[in-house]
């Protein structure tokens, strides 16, 4: 993301970890057109015309270009897909002020089967005809569920979470832990100052008792969720799972075709029973 420096230069980056990039899809969509979050869409003269998405088709490499309020239906039309819909960057449409960026990166897809989850980050100016720091941390306070968390198979709960630590001399900080069924999904805000060209910061932005609340329904959540085990909607849709482990495991099954089982269903019956306690017989005839 380029721009120039305003004299006031608040910036917000997001760190989520055990998900998809598509997991910023509705928080970043009510931050920039959902007035309900953000009063600065109807209060602000400078937002008051709204903002332009850019949203990226990652499985055909296309580009949609959609403005909010006109073509609000449209946007979550696409967006309400988040596996395959990501909004990449949105523009304040009144001078194309470009507001944020998310990365867009999904490794399954670039290896073609699963390495681990795409751990999305992304930025977001703030401030003076852009949404206000609190507006944009708003979006965050619903714990929406994402795809991700455990072997990158599983929906849960989006946590905004506070960093463990954060050494500001050694600009090392230390991030939340990952333990429960290795999440559930978590979500930083790092808040930094961007004057003169030095970026000062960061603070982190989630460590308030205002998120306490959200913490302890997304926990609720993720011990609800959790109950389903291996069963969708908990466990991903087919169509996800194709880049997991689990096509290795359902080949080695041998289907029958319905009309053949159901000419010799005893006979299948009794000879898959003779095969599991290691009494030797032949299949059913196919004549």
């Known amino acids: 993301m380029e721009f120039e420096e305003r004299p006031s230069e608040p910036l917000v980056v997001f760190a989520a970890d055990k998900t998809e990039p598509g997991a910023f899809n509705l928080p970043f969509y009510r931050i920039f057109a959902d007035p309900f979050n953000t009063a600065g869409l109807v209060i602000d003269p400078a937002m008051h015309q709204g903002f332009r998405f850019e949203i990226l088709d990652v499985y055909e490499g296309k580009v949609y270009l959609l403005d909010a309020p ?18 990449r960057r949105i ?4 001078d194309l002020v470009q507001a944020s960026v998310t990365s867009v990166e999904r490794l399954n897809l670039i290896a073609g089967r699963y390495v681990g989850k795409d751990d999305p980050v992304a930025i977001v100016r703030a401030q003076h005809g852009l949404p206000a720091v609190g507006e944009v941390l708003e979006a965050f306070a619903y714990p929406h569920l994402v795809e991700g968390w455990m072997r990158g198979s599983h929906v849960g709960p989006l946590m905004p979470a506070k960093m463990m630590s954060i050494d500001q001399e050694r600009k090392i900080a230390l991030g939340p ?19 003169d060209g030095y970026l ?20 609720q959540i993720t011990d ?22 689990l096509p290795q495991i359902l080949s080695k099954l041998k289907p029958i075709p319905v009309d053949e089982y159901e000419k010799n269903r005893l006979q299948y019956i009794q000879f898959v029973t003779s095969q599991t306690s290691g009494q030797e017989t032949t299949g059913p005839s196919h004549d």
Do not use: C
């Open 70 to 87: 006109e073509n609000s239906y449209d946007i979550l039309g696409l967006i309400g897909t988040p596996g395959r819909y990501i909004i």
């Open 91 to 94: 523009y304040r449409k009144s």
């Open 177 to 195: 832990k990952m333990t429960r069924f290795d999440g559930p999904p978590k979500v930083i805000a790092l808040g930094f100052q961007l004057h």
């Open 200 to 219: 000062e910061g960061p603070v982190d932005l989630f460590d308030d008792p205002a998120f306490d609340y959200s913490r302890q329904l997304a926990a």
């Open 224 to 245: 609800y969720i959790r109950r389903m085990g291996p069963v969708m909607p908990h466990r991903l849709p087919p169509e996800e799972m194709e880049y997991t482990t």
